[in-house]
């Protein structure tokens, strides 16, 4: 049994993983602002510490709460409030991004290896750090940060702790919609990504003891697929 931190850990991904860990039975931390992080709690078996993922005194209050850890996944990530261009985004919009998907994995890096003797972070990124829709400026950047960040703290802390990085393309997180035919198809994998498919592959990095300082891709072929207009 590992003792398993997942930031972010309230719904989407984040909520697939700590499911996915509880039943294998691991003791799972849920790292989350979003009180619905208590009903995930009493769903998984997991235990919810509320924690602004940007504040450095509630990250190191959060693992002190911990305790040991053998796994760290940062998973925590907003997006700015609306798509808005360039001459709309403010400061503050930036600002925010990049505090809890950056800067938030940095300090869980920083405080969750003081109490990991051997062990993986796994941070969760995004295709959006290789390629990008308009008007997705601090998202793609946080992202492209997480990723930097990952083979910087590989160099860094091996060979005791381990850190890897997933970046996702279309994972369906929304249980209110069903992808159509027309979504699947366009990946090469014939579907819609799942949190489940980011899950195994947190189980797959954990269970190595070779892999570190690597971005791997799961987004069902999208980013290697050519696209070109008729």
């Given amino acids: 049994m590992k003792n398993i931190l997942v930031t972010g850990g309230s719904k989407g991904i984040g909520k697939g ?10 003791r799972v931390f849920i790292a989350d602002i979003d009180p619905i ?24 209050d959060c693992i002190a709460k911990c305790g040991k850890l053998d796994v760290l996944v940062n998973n925590a990530g907003i997006a700015a409030p609306a798509r808005l261009n360039l001459n709309e985004i403010t400061l503050a919009d930036w600002q925010r991004v990049i505090d809890v ?31 990008s829709e308009p008007d997705t400026f601090a998202y793609s950047a946080s992202k492209g940060g997480v990723a930097a960040l990952t083979h910087s703290l590989a160099v860094s802390l091996g060979p005791d702790i381990l850190v890897n990085c997933i970046s996702p393309g279309w994972i369906n997180t929304d249980e209110n919609y069903t992808p159509t035919d027309i979504d699947h198809a366009q990946h090469p994998a014939g579907r819609v990504g799942t949190p489940n498919d980011i899950a195994l592959a947190v189980d797959f990095i954990i269970s190595s003891g070779f892999i570190t300082g690597q971005n791997i891709t799961i987004d069902g072929g999208m980013t290697v697929k050519m696209i070109y207009s008729e």
């Fill in 17 to 26: 993983i700590v499911r996915f860990m509880t039943a294998k039975g691991h």
């Fill in 37 to 60: 992080g208590e009903k995930t709690a009493r769903e998984t078996g997991a235990v919810f510490i509320k924690t602004d993922c940007a504040d450095e005194s509630a990250v190191k």
């Fill in 101 to 131: 998907n950056l800067t938030g994995s940095f300090l869980f890096a920083k405080y969750a290896s003081e109490v990991m003797e051997q062990g993986h972070i796994i941070n969760i990124s995004s295709t959006r750090a290789f390629q």
